[in-house]
């Protein structure tokens, strides 16, 4: 495809090795089970486009304001990378979440790579409302990566919200936020031509009115939803600090009678939902990282039990939905974020396992500890569960006051800046990035090299460390040739011994994707 990638009848080219059968279901069925996995085909077909006619236009515009308003959705999950997976977006569900967006996805690679295409994308039938979110640069790239989620999902959505440094250097995401003339352009070919209504997440700008323009300019263009991060590109990592719910008001004020407009930025407490829809007059509320922390935050009745609980409920999701072990990995160190400072060598086995069974194991280890710290603890807990109703109820939060509270219960996460240090740890102690970095420091001078040296050879060590980890795991072996079979292959094969029993048989094994039996293919008849 020379790079640029036409929409125009183009096909896409297929990668890697080829499925079972030449042509593959690109629809979800519509008497499939409703949590039956379903993924992206590596070869697709894009027909030639079309200009959409007036009343799909307008019909577009109207869908999300009905929607919201019709199934009365106010609590939204935010799109994550790598983060907020099928596994992950089930897990939501079942406590709060009403409307999901997938992981943002590269357009280009999408659009390109059907390996990718099929690997960055998983659904069922019951993630419904979903949104699927692409980054892109090109209007035709990212026209024709809509285009291929028509059948599968109910909006797609711009990101211009990722203020990340590989964003800059992609030219994607927050960073894309000075070329409007050029994000119109890919927000109007949607419009004009894919059957999807078009979103834009978006951060403020530096200038208040600035930002107020910017939404108008994409409203006109054609976004028939605007998501409002009240952050601006340059408060990432330590300078984060707080939204300022006050200029997403703005642009409700501005284009809210147009199309509707979410809020994203400070969401943390059961209760954060309201204030903030108040605050800003937002039809909806989306949550990002106070999700990570806290899966629960839009349960009202359920949002702080042991961290530990809520970790093993989400690899019973991540098993079922067969979610990617770096997804995994970021959840439970995420969900027990506090506790795994607490327990060091807990948070070490996390970051070099690989096998679910073993994240299993880490959280039933860290159960028995932390009911011993919670028999221990008692009277902390009853307080900080009182102290956890009351901001609930609409007291104000006191960071350094939430921070203090015992490392089992679920509760928001706070960057050392944003709270006095005396919250972390006790009068004389040090805290746990501290100690790391006094530990650094000592094996830099027995090295006799820079800070910067020991940390890299640090990394390299946890990187060989893990790979080692993964040599642990043993295959049984093919049952044909003696190579080693893959993990939970039905025939128990190696994938090409599978492929061909499957064919020669017509059997389904779902591990390698085969599905002769169930999807056999079409067979010409000789004259």
Same mark, same amino acid.
């Given at each position: 495809?020379?790079?640029?990638?036409?929409?125009?009848?183009?096909?896409?080219?297929?990668?890697?090795?080829?499925?079972?059968?030449?042509?593959?279901?690109?629809?979800?069925?519509?008497?499939?089970?409703?949590?039956?996995?379903?993924?992206?085909?590596?070869?697709?077909?894009?027909?030639?486009?079309?200009?959409?006619?007036?009343?799909?236009?307008?019909?577009?515009?109207?869908?999300?304001?009905?929607?919201?308003?019709?199934?009365?959705?106010?609590?939204?999950?935010?799109?994550?990378?790598?983060?907020?997976?099928?596994?992950?977006?089930?897990?939501?569900?079942?406590?709060?979440?009403?409307?999901?967006?997938?992981?943002?996805?590269?357009?280009?690679?999408?659009?390109?790579?059907?390996?990718?295409?099929?690997?960055?994308?998983?659904?069922?039938?019951?993630?419904?409302?979903?949104?699927?979110?692409?980054?892109?640069?090109?209007?035709?790239?990212?026209?024709?990566? @809509? +285009? &291929?989620?028509?059948?599968?999902?109910?909006? $797609?959505?711009?990101?211009?919200?990722?203020?990340?440094?590989? #964003? /800059? %250097?992609?030219?994607?995401?927050?960073?894309?936020?000075?070329?409007?003339?050029?994000?119109?352009?890919?927000?109007?070919?949607?419009?004009?031509? @894919? +059957? &999807?209504?078009?979103?834009?997440?978006?951060? $403020?700008?530096?200038?208040?009115?600035?930002?107020?323009?910017? #939404? /108008? %300019?994409?409203?006109?263009?054609?976004?028939?939803?605007?998501?409002?991060?009240?952050?601006?590109?340059?408060?990432?990592?330590?300078e984060t600090g707080l939204a300022d719910w006050s200029r997403i008001r703005d642009v409700v004020e501005a284009v809210g009678s147009r199309v509707p407009v979410m809020a994203n930025g400070n969401i943390q407490f059961p209760g954060d939902v309201e204030r903030c829809m108040q605050a800003t007059g937002a039809v909806a509320i989306m949550s990002a990282e106070g999700l990570l922390y806290n899966p629960l935050i839009f349960d009202d009745a359920n949002?702080?039990?042991?961290?530990?609980?809520?970790?093993?409920?989400?690899?019973?999701?991540?098993?079922?939905?067969?979610?990617?072990?770096?997804?995994?990995?970021?959840?439970v160190f995420r969900i027990c974020h506090h506790s795994l400072l607490e327990y060091e060598d807990l948070r070490m086995r996390v970051s070099l396992e690989h096998r679910i069974e073993d994240f299993e194991n880490i959280v039933e280890e860290l159960a028995k500890r932390a009911k011993s710290d919670a028999e221990a603890g008692k009277n902390r807990e009853v307080e900080a569960r009182t102290l956890f109703e009351n901001i609930r109820n609409g007291i104000?939060?006191?960071?350094?006051?939430?921070?203090?509270?015992?490392?089992?219960?679920?509760?928001?996460?706070?960057?050392?800046?944003?709270?006095?240090?005396?919250?972390?740890?006790?009068?004389?102690?040090?805290?746990?990035?501290?100690?790391?970095?006094?530990?650094?420091?000592?094996?830099?001078?027995?090295?006799?090299?820079?800070?910067?040296?020991?940390?890299?050879?640090?990394?390299?060590?946890?990187?060989?460390?893990?790979?080692?980890?993964?040599?642990?795991?043993?295959?049984?072996?093919?049952?044909?040739?003696?190579?080693?079979?893959?993990?939970?292959?039905?025939?128990?094969?190696?994938?090409?011994?599978?492929?061909?029993?499957?064919?020669?048989?017509?059997?389904?094994?779902?591990?390698?994707?085969?599905?002769?039996?169930?999807?056999?293919?079409?067979?010409?008849?000789?004259?």
């Open positions: 495809m020379d790079g640029e990638t036409a929409p125009e009848g183009y096909v896409v080219e297929k990668c890697g090795e080829s499925e079972a059968n030449e042509e593959e279901q690109t629809t979800i069925p519509e008497n499939v089970d409703p949590l039956q996995i379903f993924r992206m085909p590596k070869r697709m077909t894009l027909p030639e486009k079309q200009k959409n006619s007036d009343e799909t236009i307008e019909k577009n515009l109207r869908f999300w304001k009905e929607t919201l308003e019709n199934q009365r959705i106010t609590k939204v999950l935010a799109p994550m990378v790598d983060q907020s997976e099928l596994a992950f977006r089930m897990f939501t569900r079942k406590y709060g979440a009403q409307l999901t967006f997938t992981p943002m996805i590269h357009a280009h690679l999408f659009v390109n790579d059907g390996t990718y295409r099929r690997n960055s994308l998983a659904l069922v039938k019951a993630d419904r409302p979903l949104v699927v979110q692409f980054c892109a640069n090109k209007v035709d790239t990212f026209l024709a990566a @809509c +285009r &291929l989620v028509e059948d599968v999902c109910d909006g $797609v959505d711009l990101n211009l919200g990722c203020p990340q440094m590989v #964003a /800059k %250097r992609g030219r994607y995401g927050s960073w894309l936020q000075d070329e409007v003339d050029l994000i119109c352009e890919m927000v109007s070919a949607v419009r004009d031509y @894919c +059957r &999807l209504p078009i979103s834009c997440k978006i951060r $403020v700008r530096d200038d208040r009115q600035q930002t107020v323009e910017y #939404a /108008k %300019r994409l409203v006109d263009a054609g976004a028939t939803m605007l998501t409002v991060h009240g952050r601006t590109r340059d408060m990432k990592g330590a949002a702080h039990v042991d961290t530990w609980k809520i970790a093993a409920e989400y690899l019973e999701y991540a098993k079922k939905f067969n979610a990617g072990t770096s997804a995994i990995r970021a959840h104000l939060m006191n960071a350094i006051e939430v921070s203090k509270q015992p490392h089992w219960i679920s509760k928001p996460y706070f960057r050392l800046k944003e709270v006095a240090k005396e919250s972390i740890v006790g009068e004389g102690e040090k805290t746990f990035r501290e100690k790391q970095k006094e530990k650094l420091a000592q094996t830099a001078k027995e090295m006799g090299v820079s800070m910067k040296q020991a940390r890299k050879r640090e990394r390299r060590q946890l990187s060989g460390a893990r790979i080692l980890e993964a040599k642990k795991i043993k295959f049984p072996p093919c049952a044909r040739c003696g190579q080693p079979a893959g993990q939970g292959c039905a025939n128990s094969k190696c994938k090409k011994c599978c492929r061909y029993q499957s064919k020669h048989e017509l059997l389904d094994c779902k591990p390698h994707r085969y599905l002769f039996a169930s999807q056999p293919p079409a067979v010409s008849a000789e004259n």
